[in-house]
Each structure stands twice: as C-alpha cells, then as structure tokens.
C-alpha cells in the first residue's frame, strides 16, 4: 500500500534550534509539495518540486526555511534557526504530474508537527 | 498564482440532508482544473474529488459531486445524504494546489 512517509511525526525543540523534516514521496511520484498548516492562517504552501527541481518556494521565508530533493526518494524541509511562530503542521504531499498544473490525485503523508519552545 | 474563496466558514447539515460547499477560484491558467479535499480531526488529508477545465460533464464520486460552472469561475462541492462521518473540514484547491481556508462541516444526528 503504497504511501507518503513522514518524519518525525512530532518534534519539540526550543527555539534557535535547527529542525529537519523529510518526506519519502511514493514511488513513481514526479512532483513533491510541503505544506505548513496552522489555526491561523489555514493550510499554507511553501514550496513545490517537480522532477526533484523546486518551481515554486515564494511561500517560504527564506531567510530561515530550505527545502530541498537530494534524490527521488527524500524531501527535506529545513528551519534554522527556529522561532515560536514555526509552531505547526507540516504536511508533504506527492502525486504524478504532466505539464501545467497539477492534475492528478496529490497523496499526503500523515504531518509533522513541530512545537518550538 | 490563483485565490481561492470559500465563503463559508461553518456549515451545518442534518444528517442524510444534502449539503453545498461553496469554492471560487480567479485562475489566471483557464487550463487548471479543480480539486476537494477532506480533512477530518484526526488530521488526514484525504482526496474526494477532481473537476478537470475541459470536463464537459460535472465530476462524481460517489455521494461526491461537483457543481462546476466555468463562467463563474466556482466549482461548489455537494455532499448528498449526509453521514455523521462526514464531519470534517473541506478544503478546495485549483491545479496549483494553494488551499483555500476550508469549510467546517459538522452533520447533525
């Protein structure tokens, strides 16, 4: 049963500290989205890959917040240095893509949620 | 990218009534279509549905249906006979995959 895997589920840590979340999309997958969800501001896209090249990060601070796709098979998602306000859920989600768009079905993994101290 | 509204922030509905969740999109891309997603409160992302532009007809999926009207540019999610487990948040989002805020639906015994 194929599936997004992230990790970790849950992570606290304090602030300053630098926090790492990866995503190993399905297999077969060509286009890989991170998300961060809060109460406030609802569901929030901060980057997208296709074919392990980023398109889009205008939704990340970047003085902060990297994503990047060492290989097929790994997301990542990097704060450093991590503040209070980065306290959410963090959700990748992958799916098969061609041309503009996105047309197929996005299969999301289950979330990390991140509590900075 | 696009702006997605969904007007409502709470819906109620009895349970086996039909319910319409409003979505609007100002799509600069005419070639994206539309997805419905659900989100119950263990947190799950779950795929419901997917309006393509091109698609002469209104997608279904079950008890899933859209009400998909180009020239308005809304694509409003019908949920028929509603169940319990239907409770949950409905988010709705173009080819681009940015959310709108969500509905909150909660079904009534």
């Known amino acids: 049963d194929a599936r997004v895997t992230q990790t970790p589920r849950d992570k606290v840590t304090e602030m300053g500290q630098e926090v790492t979340m990866r995503c190993q999309p399905i297999?077969?997958?060509?286009?890989v989205f991170w998300y961060r969800q809060t109460m406030m501001q609802g569901l929030e896209l901060l980057a997208y890959f296709r074919n392990r090249a980023p398109l889009d990060d205008s939704g990340m601070p970047k003085d902060r917040f990297s994503a990047e796709m060492p290989d097929a098979t790994l997301a990542t998602l990097k704060i450093q240095p991590s503040e209070p306000r980065d306290s959410a859920v963090y959700f990748c989600?992958?799916?098969?893509?061609?041309?503009?768009?996105?047309?197929?079905?996005?299969?999301f993994g289950e979330g990390s949620r991140l509590t900075v101290l | 990218a696009q702006k997605i509204t969904q007007t409502q922030p709470g819906m109620f509905v009895q349970e086996k009534e039909a319910v319409t969740l409003d979505c609007t999109y100002d799509t600069s891309d005419p070639s994206y279509g539309l997805f419905w997603y659900k989100q119950p409160s263990s947190g799950e992302m779950i795929f419901l549905i997917y309006?393509?532009?091109?698609?002469?007809q209104n997608a279904t999926e079950g008890r899933y249906s859209l009400n998909f009207q180009k020239a308005r540019k809304s694509a409003n999610l019908v949920i028929s006979a509603s169940q319990l487990g239907d409770s949950a948040m409905y988010f709705c989002a173009p080819g681009d995959m940015r959310f709108g805020a969500g509905t909150r639906l909660t079904v009534k015994p």
């Open positions: 989600a992958s799916g098969l893509t061609t041309g503009q768009g996105n047309t197929g079905e996005l299969f």
């Open positions: 297999l077969g997958h060509n286009t």
């Open positions: 309006q393509g532009s091109y698609d002469q």
